[in-house]
């Protein structure tokens, strides 16, 4: 589970490290693997000096054929199923403290005690592309070290991937070679490959065919070169949808879109912008997730079992049978 940790994602951190925590936790009962990580720009200069200075300016222009160089991006590995039982418990608390004093910061009538966001966590811009780029290593060593056979990849945002900052050099299909410079470079300095399209040859043979779309090919990239089923959820307000909703959709499709919208907070979507499925989630009715026990559960209980425990857990909240029901139908299959 890769988690947008953005400025604009202020409004929904709590409710969204809440219903993280939720599927931790199952998982982590019934013994499944998983990961969970934040995506982020702004961690970099915290975590990494040389991120002050050129020097890693360098490492991006400087890149060898037939490697992807990542600009100023970092992922936060919040979660693990790697973790005992203690780490596991401090890991939640400490995401928990996380995503309160994220509300904090940006609320207006602050308290005289509240929680300082540490250096290196604080919410930035949303490096999507990156996130999808790195995922091509994360994947296949997650499903290496686990032996799972089906992998779900989850991409949660509140909005579009900004401009990836790296440079990517790759052999044409027909042997010429292709440099397409994503750092924004200095107006003086010459743009090679602008528009051009670059094809990737995976490892199991099928050639996928970056172009213009960028975030849909690399889901695409991702597909193809992992074999996981790729899974979008995206946070918008009734606004996005009023606003943004109709660019993205044609019109017929948007007068169905809204009719659900409205009666039901989610739209769900298959095959759509490079995601096997992707749901639009109704920010405007995301709550708090409801207390329950998960004490009869094991690792050797059945799909039945866990489907029954996990939607009993999540229960009347709306949102949460969109989000975390999904998820767990996904797990248990």
Not at 36 to 47: G, H, I, K, L, P
Not at 235 to 256: C, H, I, P, S, T
Request: charge should be positive; charged fraction near 30%.
């Amino acid at each position: 589970l890769f988690i947008d940790w953005s400025g604009s994602m202020h409004q929904n951190i709590f409710e969204t490290v809440e219903q993280c925590l939720v599927l931790a936790a199952f998982c982590e009962k019934v013994q499944i693997s998983f990961e969970v990580y934040a995506f982020t720009d702004s961690s970099s200069m915290a975590f990494n000096k040389d991120m002050k200075d050129e020097r890693w300016e360098d490492k991006i222009r400087n890149a060898g054929e037939n490697v992807q160089s990542i600009g100023n991006f970092r992922l936060l590995n919040l979660l693990s199923s790697r973790m005992n039982k203690r780490e596991f418990q401090k890991g939640a608390k400490y995401f928990l403290g996380l995503g309160h004093s994220i509300v904090y910061r940006y609320s207006y009538s602050r308290e005289k005690k509240w929680l300082q966001t540490p250096e290196g966590y604080h919410l930035g811009g949303t490096p999507l592309d990156e996130a999808i780029l790195t995922s091509l290593t994360i994947v296949p060593e997650f499903k290496k070290r686990t032996g799972a056979e089906i992998v779900n990849t989850v991409y949660l945002t509140d909005g579009e991937s900004r401009r990836c900052n790296s440079r990517l050099v790759r052999v044409e299909k027909d042997m010429s070679l292709v440099s397409e410079n994503f750092y924004p470079l200095k107006p003086k300095e010459k743009h090679y490959g602008s528009g051009a399209r670059v094809f990737i040859k995976c490892a199991n043979g099928k050639q996928v065919d970056i172009g213009s779309g960028r975030t849909s090919d690399y889901l695409n990239l991702l597909r193809e070169a992992t074999g996981v089923n790729v899974i979008g959820f995206f946070l918008a307000d009734r606004k996005w949808f009023k606003q943004r909703g109709r660019y993205q959709f044609e019109w017929d499709v948007m007068q169905n879109m809204e009719k659900e919208w409205k009666k039901n907070g989610s739209i769900a979507m298959k095959n759509d912008s490079g995601y096997d499925e992707r749901y639009y989630i109704n920010t405007n009715k995301m709550s708090d997730v409801e207390d329950a026990t998960l004490d009869n559960l094991t690792a050797e209980s059945s799909k039945g079992q866990i489907r029954t425990a996990f939607k009993k857990m999540v229960g009347g909240k709306l949102t949460n049978r969109v989000i975390l029901n999904k998820m767990i139908d996904m797990i248990a299959a």
